[in-house]
């Protein structure tokens, strides 16, 4: 060890009076500064204007933007220029002949010129710490140990790189040759995983070789065990590759000896690598304050009664267009880090894969080939994407197994568990495409209990659930949409009231009753509400004929004519409610993100209640002052509306939505209603409006956690980040930039001249 300390001594002797290194230093801590300084100058000014912004710790030091991600970035660039003489030097000048010459071996020679280098990357390291230090010390609630694992991931990384580079130097005396060697190896490293992803063995090796992405998890927060030891095995290889080069130079051995040296050390670094990347010799370690790398305590609740195996064979069809790059051999590795999480917690999840064809809805295909069958597709697309067709089985073959035209024969995936349970997980058509925690948790839910059941009611008129057009109840079933009752865990289900109501329904929604039930069917419905099953109930304006004896059962009635806003942009009756505060501490689905939460409710009756019928009621919608009751237009286009109080309309602040709830035996009854059933609707749902950000998906997920007794969809919340506040101004800020920025590499260039001026003297 002795040895190797003064092998290490003397390089960084040599590297400190080198000006390269100097410059370097300075340079990296003149970026880290300016990386950070930068955006928190731009939040102190924003909270001068009353702007709080939380997650500061991740925004400034560990956000894609952040200090860690912005300097891991320049490590690719420093690094060979570091390494890029630390053996060529040796070999151009004839010294390591000295070296070999002397009682040292290869390997104290090889450690002691890396181990200079780990010290002075714990220089580089050290700007870093005073950074997040210094963020500690400003920062409301700075997350030091989270930046404390991104900073070790950014020196894991760094001595990952020095060892690439020490052995690219090993190989020639040309030392720009060298930088040019490192960066490409370097580059390799980056891109190896995408290599051969269609070989089944060898996509786990490559994609494993890949530096890709490795101090990112870091960064985030989170330390595994693969990580790490990964940084370690690459490291050893490059190194071990360095000795077996100096030994063959020493000891001129043939190509043929040292080329098997290599290749066995890379097998037997492979094989390492293989095993630690095993879901079940993995361990974590989630740094951050709100573990926002780990599961939520209800999705491990979940997978805690997983009892058994689990198995997810995703189906991919070549023939769906739309997410035929998920369902491709080389996407494997791809779709495995989708469940990372859940791999965590349950390794042995299995993952299988079934390749076929068969006809789906895709316009884009048919303009492509309007004249060619299935098969001819399939070979066409294979030939263009350069895909074996053989791989994919027949329509008739998938058919046999299992069924997916009622899926469109689309990019899906099935959950089956060994005791023959089993959901579908799909993919979405929005910007996320691949499900969430919310949706994969939903699915695992409904294999070890049984979820809500939601009955829509139909015979008189009602908002339909199959209808495609503007007004439909299309967000109930619709299986591409990530909001989906479907798709976040509820069954659903047609009700007609011919019959009594299923003991399975959980909920009922009566959508704009249109026509007169008979005495059957108020009977039936009756029976539901007297057994106390909860209810989604949306009206309209001018519907009283119909909604208000169902809704006088509650003790609400609708307020005569429909409410309406004067707006400059908008149709005075497209009327904004805003949550109250009783329904955002209730549901918290509600609560503002920003301002206040506020739903689009086009065409809406106001609600009054009374509460002599037994119930508990909650305004959960409201309106401000400015509306009114207008009775009198009917065109709302061409019309100017304006208050008339003498006929009865009222300008005031209107409740549009209530809660309601009672006891019935040992259950609450909870029910729910609107005075406008286009609120969520297939057409609003899809509009935007300029400068009104409206939420009306929170109606569908709110109201239907609470009606399912917060069953589903899946609470998937953590606790709130509070470093949202810069304990500095404007001005003691402006005077830290300029320390940070300026003074702190202005020391260190002044230290390096110290030292140049020293070794003159000399």
């Known amino acids: 060890m002795k040895k190797i300390y003064k092998i290490a001594q003397a390089e960084l002797q040599m590297l400190f009076y080198s000006p390269v290194a100097w410059l370097i230093l300075v340079v990296f801590a003149f970026q880290a500064a300016m990386a950070f300084m930068g955006p928190a100058m731009n939040y102190v000014i924003n909270q001068q204007f009353g702007l709080r912004e939380s997650g500061l710790t991740y925004t400034l030091l560990a956000g894609n933007y952040g200090v860690l991600s912005t300097m891991q970035g320049y490590l690719y660039f420093y690094i060979p220029l ?32 890396y181990l200079s280098m780990m010290i002075y990357g714990l220089a580089l390291m050290s700007v870093l710490l005073v950074i997040a230090v210094f963020g500690a010390c400003t920062i409301k609630d700075f997350d030091f140990p989270a930046v404390l694992t991104g900073i070790l991931g950014l020196y894991l990384l760094l001595c990952a790189y020095t060892a690439v580079g020490l052995f690219m130097s090993s190989l020639t005396s040309y030392q720009v040759v060298v930088a040019v060697l490192t960066l490409l190896m370097l580059g ?13 063995f060898v996509r786990d090796i490559t994609y ?11 960064i985030g927060g989170l330390i595994c065990s693969e990580d790490v030891l990964y940084f370690i095995i690459v490291s050893a290889l490059f190194l071990s590759w360095t000795v077996i080069r100096l030994q063959a130079n020493r000891q001129k051995s043939s190509w043929m000896t040292t080329w098997s040296k290599y290749v066995g050390v890379l097998f037997l670094v492979s094989f390492l690598g ?3 990347s095993r879901p079940i010799l993995m361990r974590y370690y989630d740094a951050t304050a709100t573990k926002m790398n780990t599961l939520t305590p209800n999705s491990q609740e979940i997978i805690s009664k997983l009892e058994g195996g689990l198995t997810i064979t995703t189906y991919a069809n070549a023939l769906d267009m739309e997410n035929s790059w998920l369902g491709r051999p080389e996407s494997v590795k791809y779709n495995e880090q989708v469940f990372r999480q859940y791999l965590r917690f349950k390794p042995e999840i299995k993952m299988k894969y079934i390749y076929y064809y068969d006809t789906v809805y895709s316009p884009r295909l048919d303009q492509m080939y309007p004249s060619l069958n299935t098969r001819e597709r399939l070979i066409k697309i294979s030939e263009m994407l350069d895909l074996d067709s053989n791989l994919y089985i027949t329509p008739e073959k998938i058919r046999a197994q299992i069924d997916l035209r009622p899926e469109g024969n689309k990019f899906v995936r099935l959950l089956e568990r060994e005791n023959g349970e089993k959901t579908f997980l799909r993919v979405f058509n929005d910007m996320y495409r691949e499900p969430g925690e919310t949706e994969i948790t939903a699915a695992l839910k409904r294999l070890v209990m049984k979820l809500p059941k939601v009955g829509f009611l139909t015979g008189h008129g009602e908002r339909d659930i199959n209808q495609v057009g503007d007004r439909g109840y299309n967000f109930a079933w619709f299986k591409s949409a990530r909001y989906a009752l479907i798709n976040q865990g509820f069954d659903i289900a047609e009700v007609n009231l011919d019959r009594e109501i299923s003991a399975d329904i959980d909920i009922l929604v009566v959508a704009e009753v249109r026509h007169e039930m008979d005495d059957t069917q108020k009977e039936n419905l009756e029976k539901y509400i007297a057994r106390g099953g909860n209810l989604f109930i949306l009206s309209e304006p001018k519907r009283e004929e119909y909604m208000g004896p169902l809704l006088a059962k509650f003790g609400v009635q609708m307020v005569p004519g429909e409410l309406v806003q004067v707006a400059e942009n908008y149709l005075p009756n497209l009327v904004l409610s805003y949550a109250t505060k009783d329904a955002q501490e209730m549901i918290y689905h509600f609560k503002p993100q920003r301002g206040r939460m506020i739903i689009t409710t086009p065409g809406v009756a106001g609600l009054e209640y009374q509460e002599d019928k037994g119930y508990k009621v909650i305004p959960l919608f409201m309106t401000d002052s400015l509306t009114w009751n207008e009775l009198e237009t009917t065109d709302f286009v061409d019309d100017t509306v304006r208050v008339n109080s003498e006929i009865g309309e009222v300008q005031k602040c209107y409740v549009t939505a209530l809660a309601l709830t009672r006891e019935v035996g040992d259950k609450e009854q909870k029910i729910m209603i609107f005075g406008d059933a286009d609120c ?14 409206n939420r009306n998906f929170s109606i569908i997920m709110g109201g239907f956690y609470w009606l399912s007794d917060k069953e589903v969809p899946i609470d998937v919340r953590r606790p709130a980040l509070t470093d949202d506040f810069i304990n500095l101004g404007k001005e003691s800020l402006s005077v830290w930039k300029i320390i940070l920025v300026w003074v702190l590499p202005g020391l260190l260039v002044v230290m390096s001249l110290l030292l140049w001026i020293r070794r003159r003297g000399r």
């Open 208 to 218: 494993w070789l890949s530096i890709s992405g490795r101090a990112d998890t870091f």
């Open 188 to 200: 390799v490293l980056n891109y190896v995983r995408n290599w051969w992803q269609g070989i089944e």
């Open 82 to 113: 570091l390494t890029m003489g630390l053996l060529s030097r040796e070999i151009g000048s004839g010294s390591i002949k000295l070296l070999y010459s002397s009682p040292v071996s290869n390997w104290q020679i090889i450690l002691g010129k």
């Open 680 to 693: 969520i609707s297939n057409v609003e749902l899809s509009t935007n409006r300029v400068n009104v950000s």
């Open 274 to 276: 293989f095993l630690s």
